[in-house]
Every structure is written in structure tokens, then in C-alpha cells.
């Protein structure tokens, strides 16, 4: 079974600190994703990467900056944290870059707060 | 909004009954996905169909598409407590490589 595992399930920060959230995927994919998910606005794409050191903006990237330097490990960098960024933060990993029939498997999820 | 829409933002059935949620959409699509999300965890793939493709069956899932209408349905026949989640639909669309969902449908099953 694909293993997605975020580095943790809750954390709470004050404003202006910079945060970090991890993401490991023990399957090879190359695709992983962040998303966040807020009430009545469903799950919104902040980045992607299709392989190792690459990066595209997703819809809200604003804010935040990933890194890629494995493969299996996809971190979201919050630069200095807004009260805005409260959210539920969700990983995931998809095989193959041209394979658009493929699923996305998830992790289980980061409810970030900040004060 | 680049989002899908689902339809009814809840439900609230008996246990054993049918539950049918609705998704529609903007624009010409590769394939629409359905997941499943327990309360406050990630989201779990339940079923994918093409956009060649009218129906599809899993287990006690069943889904439709109608690319002419844009819209979708997920069928969850002689539903369970365990059944209880929001599901979200979702759609790859042509030319691009990203999902995007819709806001989900939160579905309760009443024992």
C-alpha cells in the first residue's frame, strides 16, 4: 500500500514565525502535491512537482514556497506565518508525470494554527 | 470559480437506504475522480472514470457521467454508518495535469 506521511498532525505557530511542513511518500512517485482545505472552499492547490528540484505554482501560492531535493519528500515553507494561513494542509503523491488517468493518494493531514 | 460544484452539501439518510450525490463542472475533462474524506483525515480514491466512459461500477459504488451535461453522479447503494464522510469530486482537465475539486458533500448515515 502507498504510505503518504506528513510530519505532523497538529501544530500550532505564532505570527511572522516561519514554518515548516514535511511530506514523505514511500511509493517512488514522482508527482506530489500540497493542498489546503478550508471550509466552504473545498481543497485549493498551493504547489506541485513533477520530479526531484522541480516546483510549479498550483491556484494560491502566495505566501508560501515548497522544496523538492528528494524524491520522496515534497516540504511546504510557510516564510512567515499569517493568521490567514490556519488551515488543514493536505499531502499527495501520484505516480507517473504523463499519466493523467492516475489517482492522487493523500496523507493524513496537518491542522496548522496561528496565533 | 475554477471549482466544480457538488450537490447537496449534506445528506442525512437511514442506514441501508441509497445515497446519490451530485458533481457538475466547467470545462472538457480527461477523467472526473471521487474520494472519500473521514472527519479531519486525508482523502482516500474511490473510483475514476474516463470521459469515454458513461458508468462504472465498484463494489457498492456506482458512477455516471454525462460530459454533454458536465455533470456526474456517485451512487452509494444499501449504505452503511461507516459510509458516513464527505465525499469530493474531482476533475483532470484537458491539457492540464492537476485535479480540481469540488466543495464536497457531507453525508451522514443515520443507524
Known amino acids: 500500500d502507498v504510505k503518504v506521511t506528513q510530519s505532523s498532525r497538529y501544530l500550532v505557530k505564532r505570527t511572522g514565525e516561519k514554518v515548516f511542513l514535511e511530506c514523505v511518500q514511500d511509493?517512488?512517485?514522482?508527482?506530489m502535491f500540497w493542498y489546503r482545505q478550508d471550509p466552504g472552499l473545498g481543497l485549493r492547490l498551493i504547489y506541485f512537482?513533477?520530479?526531484?528540484?522541480?516546483?510549479e505554482k498550483g491556484d494560491i501560492p502566495e505566501g508560501y514556497s515548497v522544496s523538492r531535493e528528494k524524491k520522496e519528500r515534497f516540504s511546504l515553507i510557510l516564510e512567515s506565518a499569517s493568521t490567514n494561513q490556519t488551515s488543514m494542509y493536505l499531502c499527495?503523491?501520484?505516480?507517473?508525470?504523463?499519466?493523467?488517468?492516475?489517482?492522487?493518494?493523500f496523507g493524513p493531514g496537518t491542522r496548522l494554527t496561528v496565533l | 470559480s475554477q471549482q466544480g460544484e457538488e450537490d447537496p452539501q449534506a445528506l442525512s439518510i437511514q442506514e441501508g437506504e441509497n445515497a446519490t450525490m451530485n458533481c457538475s463542472y466547467k470545462t472538457s475533462i480527461n477523467n472526473l475522480q471521487w474520494y472519500r474524506q473521514n472527519s479531519g483525515r486525508g482523502l482516500v480514491h474511490l473510483i475514476l472514470i474516463r470521459s469515454n466512459e458513461r458508468e462504472k461500477h465498484s463494489g457498492r459504488l456506482r458512477v455516471t457521467l454525462d460530459t454533454s451535461k458536465k455533470s456526474s453522479s456517485l451512487l452509494i447503494t444499501a449504505s452503511r454508518a461507516a459510509d458516513t464522510a464527505s465525499y469530493f469530486c474531482?476533475?483532470?482537465?484537458?491539457?492540464?495535469?492537476?485535479?480540481?475539486f469540488g466543495q464536497g458533500t457531507r453525508l451522514t448515515i443515520n443507524p
Open positions: 474531482a476533475t483532470v482537465w484537458k491539457g492540464a495535469q492537476k485535479l480540481v
Open positions: 511509493m517512488d512517485h514522482e508527482n
Open positions: 499527495a503523491s501520484r505516480e507517473l508525470r504523463d499519466s493523467k488517468d492516475n489517482e492522487q493518494f
Open positions: 512537482s513533477y520530479d526531484v528540484k522541480m516546483k
